[in-house]
């Protein structure tokens, strides 16, 4: 119960407005794309694609 009551204000406002925008996101439909970008990615480093 001590860590909650050290959490700023401003750490609680930042957590709800990134919440928000992966929601907006999603509600967009951007998370296939996202998703395409990182297997996209993966696969250059290990060297596949």
Same mark, same amino acid.
């Given at each position: !119960?001590?860590?909650?009551?050290? =959490?700023?204000?401003?750490?609680?406002?930042?957590?709800? =407005?990134?919440?928000? !925008?992966?929601?907006?996101?999603?509600?967009?439909?951007?998370?296939?794309?996202?998703?395409?970008?990182? =297997?996209?990615?993966? !696969?250059?480093?290990?060297?596949?694609?």
């Amino acid at each position: !119960m001590k860590r909650l009551k050290n =959490i700023s204000p401003s750490g609680i406002c930042l957590a709800v =407005i990134g919440l928000f !925008m992966m929601t907006y996101g999603i509600y967009r439909g951007e998370m296939p794309v996202v998703l395409e970008k990182a =297997i996209n990615i993966c !696969m250059e480093c290990i060297g596949i694609g």
